[in-house]
């Protein structure tokens, strides 16, 4: 299963962002999706989830100004991100998780989209 990520670039503080990402492949089911980032020097810790049900989590930084959603049969992933901050400027990663055709779980990461918040 691949995961390919999308939407990353250049916005000023205060502004908004959407990402998006697309699991594609052998792809039975999907349990959750997940949004991650890491910041330069920094440990790689998670923005938002969202499971096969539609129940979500958000991390403490960004709750209440990121908003994560599934479409397309579950498959694509966005993340909304508004009234951003310097601080959000990181490598955003989308993750899969769940079982293959063949009925083998998978853990999937995508190679990460550039988000830089600055002035």
């Known amino acids: 299963v691949q995961v390919v990520e999308s939407g990353g670039g250049l916005v000023q503080p205060g502004g908004s962002l959407t990402l998006s990402c697309e699991a594609f492949g052998s792809i039975f089911n999907i349990d959750d999706m997940a949004w991650y980032r890491q910041a330069p020097g920094e440990q790689r810790e998670l923005v938002a989830i969202?499971?096969?049900?539609?129940?979500?989590n958000y991390g403490k930084s960004v709750k209440g100004r990121f908003t994560v959603s599934r479409v397309n049969a579950q498959t694509t992933v966005y993340l909304q991100m508004s009234s951003l901050k310097p601080e959000d400027t990181a490598i955003y990663y989308c993750n899969a998780r769940g079982l293959e055709t063949n009925l083998k779980t998978y853990d999937s990461w995508g190679q990460g989209t550039q988000v830089t918040v600055s002035s």
């Open positions: 969202i499971a096969s049900g539609g129940s979500t």
